[in-house]
């Protein structure tokens, strides 16, 4: 990641500095918000004189949260990495990790200095600059009580393989209280001390049922709790190892629950040391049978395989090729795991584009089922018909407004919500109210994805 460097050295360069950079942000800091926003960026980091590349890549590092703007720590770092952009070294995303931080002068700007001048000479922007000064306190106060940490469900049947692990930016709990008090019960938190983890969440299941336990009934509803995390999370990881390959009843309902986030899901052959290269062929043949069965899309998953623990990987089955490989997938897992961070903008506005084409869709569907009901007699079997029928039903919806059948929800689903409500009641559609939504995705939504873009791109 590109801010997982020593805070202690951090902190030294700017105290080193602090004064120099503050008045450098609240010049930038048009409006005083305490942000510096694309448009401020390329005023200001184009007196480095640096090329257009060199600067898009220093806001991609110091944007690493793809927020779209930056607060004065990132502009510090943004700095640092200018500084040694000047001097020769060439700008990815470690090229502040195995350097000295406090031994980096600031940046040479050409003509800052006087620019600076000049807007000291006005009253009005002093003043704006103290407003900027201001706000920006008041940004690191509501950050200094911000904190991660790690999240996992509790012990219950650990010990059974086929774990699913969701992995999210960041996700509040408050929503899982529906699924009661025996499933709060079972939910643990921990914190452990790692850079990685001050961007990103995890969320580990308890292994899924199989053989005779299958029989055993959870005490809470296993499947909509991980339907839950899924709709919330950005990446999913489904956990296999060698030796049990088999997918269980429990874990397909599981897998069949995260329909819709196939883009976010992940598999991982663990343990994969325990066996021998020859071996190792036909257990991978063998798992992408058995998930061909589950997973119905004729789009291959990603498969992360090797050996992801602590202990060094056992050469005498896998030789030294396999070795080679499973660092290789160790580092590709890795990297996965923290692109997430940078692209959790992106996917939060993909969900709610999705969430927003899924309601626009329910609203057809409700229409559709209303028009179909008679006006007087008859009522209670009409819907039960339409009910049974439902997937006939989807099809002409979809048919008369020319939806995509992918974005349609599960037909089982729908029925059995459906059951409990009284057709005849629903509300009529209303072209005007859809339209918006329409405007919303062909519009709004890609204006606000231009405000989170690399100001350089």
């Not at 600076?116 to 922007?125: A, D, I, Q």
Request: proline share 5%; hydrophobic share 35%.
């Amino acid at each position: 990641m590109s801010m997982d460097i020593l805070p202690s050295r951090e902190s030294n360069f700017e105290k080193q500095n602090e004064k120099l950079f503050r008045q450098w942000f609240q010049f930038a800091d048009a409006d005083g918000d305490g942000r510096i926003t694309g448009d401020d960026a390329v005023k200001i980091f184009s007196l480095s004189l640096l090329s257009r590349q060199e600067l898009k890549q220093v806001w991609a590092v110091a944007d690493s949260k793809r927020q779209g703007f930056l607060g004065f720590k990132e502009f510090v770092t943004a700095m640092q990495i200018i500084s040694l952009a000047q001097k020769g070294t060439e700008v990815t995303a470690d090229i502040l990790k195995n350097t000295e931080v406090e031994n980096i002068s600031p940046p040479a700007m050409e003509g800052l200095d006087e620019l600076l001048s000049r807007r000291r000479s006005s009253p009005l922007k002093l003043a704006a600059e103290s407003n900027g000064s201001s706000n920006q306190l008041q940004a690191e106060s509501a950050q200094w009580f911000t904190s991660k940490s790690t999240k996992k469900s509790g012990p219950d049947d650990r010990s059974v393989p086929g774990n699913t692990i969701a992995v999210q930016a960041d996700m509040p709990f408050s929503g899982l209280t529906r699924f009661g008090t025996a499933f709060l019960s079972k939910f643990e938190c921990s914190q452990m001390p790692h850079p990685l983890l001050e961007h990103i969440t995890f969320v580990d299941t308890p292994g899924v049922l199989s053989g005779e336990k299958q029989r055993t009934q959870r005490s809470y509803d296993f499947t909509g709790v991980t339907s839950w995390f899924a709709a919330k999370c950005d990446l999913i990881l489904l956990l296999f190892d060698p030796y049990k390959l088999d997918i269980s009843d429990e874990f397909r309902r599981v897998i069949g629950s995260l329909r819709g986030h196939d883009d976010k899901i992940r598999v991982v052959l663990n343990k994969a040391d325990q066996v021998d290269t020859q071996q190792l062929m036909r257990v991978y043949g063998a798992l992408m049978w058995s998930l061909g069965k589950v997973l119905n899309t004729p789009e291959v998953m990603r498969v992360y395989i090797g050996s992801f623990n602590d202990k060094p990987i056992n050469e005498g089955a896998t030789g030294p090729i396999g070795k080679e490989l499973f660092e290789k997938e160790q580092e590709d897992l890795l990297t996965d795991l923290k692109d997430i961070p940078r692209k959790a903008c992106d996917r939060r506005i993909n969900e709610f584009v999705k969430r927003a084409r899924a309601a626009t869709i329910h609203s057809y569907i409700i229409s559709h089922l209303k028009k179909e009901m008679p006006a007087m007699m008859g009522k209670a079997k009409a819907q039960q018909r339409l009910i049974d029928n439902l997937a006939d039903e989807f099809a002409k919806v979809q048919r008369e407004y020319h939806l995509p059948a992918g974005d349609f929800p599960s037909v089982e689903h729908f029925k059995e919500v459906l059951a409990g409500y009284n057709i005849d009641k629903f509300e009529k559609l209303k072209p005007k109210m859809v339209q918006s939504v329409d405007n919303m995705l062909g519009y709004d939504i890609p204006e606000l994805l231009q405000r989170f873009r690399n100001p350089y791109d």
